[in-house]
């Protein structure tokens, strides 16, 4: 029997020091974030710096090699058991249940830590109980070299926020599991502690919740933030919809006088600033600016600017009127109306949000016809880094190929020609190029695959994948290859490709630097069956294989927090209506998740999509994921024919925009697997041209 070794544990002034093997990593993180060396004039300034002095990261000796796995290791049906019970108890919030099971569950060498941890994570949430010190140093002790013990120290470093204790977070040191909330805890405990904070990666990074909430009230408590910084995501929080954080933001800003002043300007703009007489002060100056803001929802939108430039334009700084214009641009562009371009016109070059400025851009593209100067005038006003971003640089390369300046924009398309998406595709036929696949990579050998094959995370997580735990699942696959090489990245996909995880085939190739693996990153599952299913309805297989890869990533279980399922991720009544359309009269909703009913249902609800789209893949594939009716609208306000690719980047949703993009930058490559001949994504794109509005049948 094989039997599971753990290293041997050390103790560190009587208590147990978590994280040492992981001190590297943390201090990469750290140094990308914070500033944690000494706070003078000699401390750091790059974001990019490493941790320097008094880190609060363990320095001792490196631990022995990480224990192996010669295979998954024996396990009790009975420890089994109380695992899935305990589950259940979680699922049913029986807390009496769960502690009840977890020392039976220890038992279980793969999956036996997942009861003990839930019962440690309750305890923690529950703050009408102490927190139980002792038992979370023996579980760190017990898993340290396992996922769940990271993922206790964040939680447990969250708990430590909220008791004030500092010291501790520094101490637990937890790894960076993406949890943002987590890395608030660990910059908060390094502020607590004198050091030295990198604000503004901070800020770049922030996501509401209550760590970085606290977080971030401390900041502006301690000045160590200053009005213009929280100003700024209080409005880029407003350009996004998200009213409830960005008044979270604003009282941060402004007093109790000022919130009333905001509550009222927020419902009622214009009847708030016919009341004012004066501006005074930088809290004032924002409140009108706010209020002038929001006058861009209103339908009379010239008159609301004319009382602007006759009022108000004199009172505030520039900079300020300048984003206000910025905000009459950008309401416009996300409701697809042409006037967008003209009001940006008007908002000078004083800095936006990263997201505002790709709107500006976008409005331009829409005009009809498009004026190039303006285009490579409105990419000019980004920073330098979202500047460099391959759908930039190509913009600009066309803006300035449309100019004359060929030599310029050849230049541009060269920069992103490496680049294996979208942009990277358009810009190769740009310069008159096929577009390249890259040149297959030594094949993995037996000893790579051992070597995978031994990691205890990865055979976890596929024994977490076998008992349908997706997220358990996927975050520990994501422990286990955090660090690994391109070659052990594509053996670890070759694991997964083996137990039928398609999923992590895709992401985990996708990870690699200079080895990429396109039978990995463009893997077609199902040995043809899904090619078959769309070429008798008269599909496009690659297309179809684009899109599902886009979708699910070849997971047949695979299901989205709004509730579509299976391969295809079809929606309830997408499923049922398209059942009952081609006739598929035994369907029944629990059946969607079967590979062959998902298949059929998919692909004829995508040819029917097509065919009410005129055949174009853009105009399907958008429909596909937003609703047939959203692009059938966004295409009757066309101003004139424009290129598929123009089409793609100014749908108004991000998630639909990155789709489609996705789904015919995949299609694409699988057209060239698949056939081994050149394929042109420009043609697959082609031109969509405006179109009256029609009313259709299709959910």
């Known amino acids: 029997m094989v039997m599971q070794l753990r290293y041997q544990k050390k103790q560190v002034s009587g208590r147990f020091w978590s994280g040492q093997r992981f001190s590297s990593q943390v201090a990469l993180w750290a140094g990308s974030l914070l500033l944690v060396g000494c706070a003078g004039a000699n401390a750091p300034s790059d974001s990019n710096a490493q941790v320097q002095t008094q880190t609060v990261v363990s320095q001792k000796a490196a631990p022995p090699p990480a224990m192996r796995w010669q295979g998954l290791p024996p396990v009790p049906a009975q420890a089994r058991q109380a695992v899935l019970q305990a589950r259940e108890a979680v699922q049913a919030k029986n807390w009496k249940q769960l502690e009840a099971l977890v020392q039976p569950a220890k038992a279980d060498p793969v999956l036996g830590a997942y ?26 002790r017990e898993y340290d070299d396992e996922y769940l013990a990271q993922r206790l120290k964040g939680d447990w470093a969250i708990a430590a926020v909220r008791a004030g204790d500092f010291a501790l ?106 009341k004012k007489t004066t501006v005074q002060g930088q809290a004032d100056q924002e409140l009108v600016t706010l209020a002038l803001s929001r006058l861009a929802r209103e339908a009379n939108r010239a008159t609301q600017a004319q009382y602007i430039e006759q009022k108000w334009q004199s009172k505030l700084p520039q900079e300020n009127i300048d984003w206000v214009w910025g905000q009459f641009g950008l309401v416009p562009a996300l409701r697809v109306e042409n006037d967008a371009a003209r009001w940006y016109r008007k908002s000078g070059k004083s800095p936006k949000t990263d997201y505002n400025h790709a709107w500006e851009v976008r409005a331009e593209l829409r005009q009809y016809p498009i004026d190039w100067v303006r285009v490579e005038q409105a990419i000019a006003k980004m920073s330098a880094r979202q500047a460099s971003e391959p759908v930039w640089v190509y913009w600009r390369g066309r803006a300035l190929a449309a100019q004359g300046k060929a030599t310029e924009a050849q230049a541009a398309f060269m920069s992103i020609t490496d680049d294996l998406g979208f942009y990277g595709q358009l810009a190769n036929e740009e310069l008159g190029r096929a577009i390249p696949l890259p040149p297959a990579p030594p094949a993995v050998t037996v000893a790579d695959m051992q070597d995978v094959q031994t990691r205890p995370a990865l055979l976890r997580a596929l024994e977490l994948f076998k008992l349908g735990w997706r997220p358990e699942a996927t975050a520990e696959w994501g422990y286990g290859i ?35 693996d396109f039978s990995q990153r463009f893997v077609a599952p199902f040995e043809g069956k899904v090619t078959e299913k769309a070429r008798l309805i008269g599909l496009d297989p690659a297309w179809v294989y684009g899109l599902i890869r886009q979708e699910s990533r070849f997971m047949t279980d695979a299901r989205s927090g709004v509730g579509a399922s ?8 997408t499923a ?64 004139g024919p424009v290129e598929g690719a123009i089409f793609a980047e100014t749908i108004p949703f991000t998630e639909t925009r990155l789709y489609v993009k996705n789904v015919l930058s995949n299609a694409t490559y699988y057209s060239m697997v698949f056939s081994g001949q050149p394929q042109s994504l420009k043609q697959r794109l082609g031109t969509i041209a405006p179109q009256a509005r029609a009313k259709t049948e299709l959910p």
């Open 169 to 274: 977070i520094n101490q637990l040191n937890p790894a960076d599991l993406g949890n943002t909330q987590v890395r608030c805890a660990v910059a908060y405990g390094l502020h607590m502690q004198g050091q030295r904070l990198d604000t503004e990666a901070l800020l770049r990074s922030f996501r509401p919740g209550a760590t970085c909430w606290s977080l971030l009230d401390q900041l502006w408590s301690d000045k160590a933030v200053g009005f213009q910084a929280v100003r700024d995501l209080m409005r880029a929080a407003l350009e996004q919809g998200k009213t409830n954080d960005a008044r979270r933001f604003a009282a941060i800003i402004f007093d109790g006088k000022q919130m009333q002043d905001y509550t009222a300007l927020m419902k009622t703009p214009r009847q708030w600033l016919d």
């Open 576 to 639: 049922k209506w398209t059942a009952n359309k081609i006739g598929m009269k035994t369907f029944k909703p629990a059946m969607v998740n079967d590979f062959e009913v998902n298949t059929v249902l998919g692909t004829n609800y995508l040819n029917m999509v097509l065919q009410q789209l005129n055949g174009s893949e853009v105009l399907a594939s958008a429909g596909y994921n937003a609703g047939p009716g959203r692009p059938i609208n966004w295409r009757s306000r066309l101003q």
């Open 482 to 516: 955090r660090g690994m090489s391109d070659r052990q990245l594509r053996a670890a996909a070759e694991l997964a490709r083996h137990h039928q995880v398609y999923d992590r085939v895709v992401n985990t190739s996708l990870l690699t630097k200079q080895e990429i």
């Open 566 to 573: 299976g391969l295809m991720q079809l929606m309830p009544a």
């Open 115 to 140: 009861p003990a941890y839930w019962h440690l994570r309750q305890q923690l949430y529950d703050t009408t109980r102490p927190v139980p010190s002792d038992q979370l140093w023996q579980f760190l």
